[in-house]
């Protein structure tokens, strides 16, 4: 269960000590908005001591973020809210507050008397919803800070204010700095906002997409055809946005399942928007044009899943999650496939269902946004009738079935298929259990006995 962050604020009231609830937490506190991390100054205390005292007092773990710049953070037992705690820049809260990033991050609250300090106008930015830096230089401190505008966009809405573009597109280059790590951090944040679009907008506007993906270079190239009425970049930005707008008004199960973190730091969701705006990153390798003048993407999906997990390895992704990305993008025309099936019945549903496994939800939507997003002139009402219909009853039929699903049992390890076939391991095994999977979700082998006969005549052929 989260602990209330009411607890957290009456504890930090109760130290005794002057302490200030600073950047993030105070705009969402203003904002009305949820918040799990809060930012506290501690004037009258070594942070380091303090903080160790503070984790007594609340049962967390302490974890010393930055020794040299005195930052410290406590996590609490329910692993979700958190306490990042250090000392003012030169003992003074308003030295502090006017190096940090924006000004509606540079509000302070004195926890003692409730008083609201705002020395560079970050509640009159709240009110008009703008982004606005505190002074240019700030960035150079810390470069990360040109990408966070562009979180700020995409999960706030509003709007950055000019003087803080120009600013950010004269210092694009310096997007190269910091780790990949909190790059990707940030990209995550991004993608999981509302407003997703809006920001990818302005950061090409300011230079920084092409520098964060090299890609987007080449999908620029790429222009409307008859089965898409979007050059590929657009394209690619309204799959973005469909994905959302299908989010927004799916089914609560469906939510549920998108809201998961399952591959790391962020939502189902973000991830499956990051896949969206590079499911088609393949599309220039593989571009040719016929004499008829057809636009052919010849296995684009395949090329742009290997381009994307080279891309996610540079940004250093996580395994789960470059696996996740690339099996969306390279699957990302499965389901229109499955229902254009002859005699379509529920074994191809099963098909489907088994070859996804856990990402039946994900994938159908993005195919879902992927078709709302290509109306060029080929694509008539009833194709796009007939599309979305046979998505919408396949999900249906998964959702009616996926709590009652058991996993597909393993029938046979590579020992006992090694074993059986008197082979030692090598590539040719491997295919030979990918062999045995695919059998087993279509069905054509469903006990032991029928694995083995299936490896022996499997072995025979090839």
Request: glycine fraction near 4%; include cysteine; proline fraction near 3%.
């Amino acid at each position: 269960m989260d602990i209330p962050n009411s607890l957290i604020i009456d504890t930090l009231k109760n130290t005794g000590n002057e302490i200030y609830l600073v950047g993030g937490s105070v705009r969402d506190m203003l904002l009305g908005r949820q918040t799990y991390d809060n930012d506290i100054i501690v004037v009258d205390e070594d942070a380091r001591i303090f903080a160790q005292n503070l984790a007594k007092t609340l049962d967390a773990v302490y974890i010393p973020l930055d020794e040299e710049n005195k930052i410290y953070r406590l996590v609490m037992k329910d692993k979700v809210n958190y306490i990042d705690i250090t000392n003012p820049i030169e003992d003074s809260l308003e030295k502090d507050l006017a190096r940090r990033d924006f000004t509606i991050n540079a509000i302070a609250l004195n926890l003692k008397n409730g008083e609201i300090i705002d020395i560079t106008g970050g509640k009159s930015d709240l009110d008009r919803r703008i982004i606005r830096m505190i002074k240019p230089e700030n960035f150079d401190d810390d470069s990360l800070r040109l990408l966070r505008a562009f979180r700020f966009e995409s999960v706030l809405g509003f709007d950055i204010e000019p003087e803080t573009l120009k600013a950010i597109k004269v210092r694009a280059e310096l997007i190269s700095k910091p780790a990949v790590e909190r790059i990707n951090c940030e990209i995550l944040k991004l993608f999981e906002g509302d407003n997703t679009v809006k920001a990818l907008i302005s950061m090409d506007d300011a230079g920084l997409l092409e520098l964060i993906f090299p890609p987007v270079v080449d999908v620029k190239k790429v222009s409307p055809n008859t089965h898409h009425h979007l050059d590929l970049f657009h394209h690619s930005l309204e799959v973005v946005n469909q994905i959302q707008q299908l989010y927004d008004f799916s089914v609560d199960v469906v939510r549920e399942h998108l809201n998961a973190h399952d591959f790391g730091g962020a939502s189902r969701l973000g991830h499956l928007k990051l896949a969206g705006f590079l499911h088609d990153i393949g599309k220039f390798q593989t571009w040719t044009i016929e004499e008829s003048g057809r636009h052919r993407f010849i296995k684009h999906d395949d090329t742009g899943a290997k381009m994307a997990d080279s891309l996610l390895k540079k940004m250093h992704f996580s395994k789960k999650q470059i696996e996740y990305i690339t099996k969306m993008i390279r699957l990302h025309i499965y389901p229109s496939s499955v229902i254009q099936a002859p005699n379509l019945s529920e074994k191809h549903y099963m098909r489907y269902i088994r070859k996804m496994e856990n990402d039946v939800i994900d994938n159908i939507l993005l195919a879902k946004a992927d078709r709302l997003s290509a109306l060029g002139p080929a694509i008539t009402d009833e194709i796009l009738s007939d599309n979305l219909n046979g998505l919408d009853k396949m999900l249906a039929y998964y959702l009616s079935i996926k709590d009652s699903l058991k996993p597909l049992p393993k029938l046979l390890d590579g020992k006992e298929i090694m074993e059986i076939l008197n082979i030692k391991p090598s590539p040719r095994l491997g295919e030979i259990v990918d062999a045995l999977k695919e059998a087993q979700i279509s069905g054509d082998v469903n006990t032991k006995e029928d694995a083995v006969n299936f490896v022996r005549k499997f072995c025979n052929r090839v």
